[in-house]
């Protein structure tokens, strides 16, 4: 269980962050959602997945094969049903957690123009780093894990195809983070622990560089 303890780093990030929103990206097995969780357990934020908007409305059955398959959700399908979703009342005035919204080429622009736009402005993006030789080894021990859950995409030519996206979709949307100064890299190899611990470590001197 995740213990939500506010120190001077929490503090601080929270003070940095205000109604602002940090996107968290990360190959398939790098800990994202967990992460995500924990961030906005921890500063009070609501945590927004594009799949897991997507899922949760009555897509076209080609969308539904497309996400279970690994594949890339047309771009005006996906915009026009996640960013409306950033302007909601129940989210004014509070930080938001963005789990990988926007992470095909060519939608990054939109997405910060949208968060913008919506009172929650992009302040930080959080990639955490896997390498694929790592992703197959977590892909393996995951049965024995049991903590994933039954998910469709949890197979390994979906798998491939996931990586195969991630390296060349996702990886470009970061770059462009990477030259705006927003980037943020975090290994994402050792245990959740010391994951947990360097997340946090690195948004609280992000938040506080300078001062």
């Given at each position: 269980m995740y213990y939500v303890r506010m120190d001077e780093r929490t503090n601080a990030i929270a003070a940095w962050l205000g109604a602002g929103s940090i996107n968290l990206f990360g190959r398939p097995f790098a800990g994202k959602d967990t992460q995500g969780k924990k961030?906005?357990?921890l500063l009070g934020a609501?945590?927004?997945g594009g799949g897991d908007i997507l899922r949760s409305?009555?897509?076209?059955?080609?969308?539904e094969a497309i996400l279970s398959s690994g594949g890339v959700v047309p771009h005006d399908f996906y915009l026009k049903l996640?960013?409306?979703y950033l302007?909601?009342?129940q989210f004014k005035g509070k930080p938001l957690i963005l789990d990988a919204v926007g992470r095909s080429s060519g939608e990054e622009q939109t997405i910060i123009s949208a968060t913008a736009e919506s009172g929650h402005p992009l302040k930080a993006v959080v990639v955490l780093q896997l390498s694929e030789e790592e992703v197959w080894k977590r892909f393996d021990a995951?049965?024995?894990e049991g903590d994933r859950?039954?998910?469709s995409d949890d197979n390994k030519e979906v798998l491939k195809t996931r990586?195969?996206?991630y390296r060349d979709e996702t990886m470009p949307v970061i770059e462009v983070y990477r030259t705006l100064g927003l980037l943020i890299e975090v290994d994402g190899t050792p245990s959740r622990e010391e994951v947990d611990k360097e997340v946090i470590d690195a948004l609280a001197a992000f938040a506080t560089r300078g001062t």
């Open positions: 961030l906005a357990e609501p945590l927004i409305h009555n897509e076209p059955k080609e969308i996640v960013l409306p302007s909601q009342e995951a049965p024995l859950g039954a998910r990586l195969q996206t």
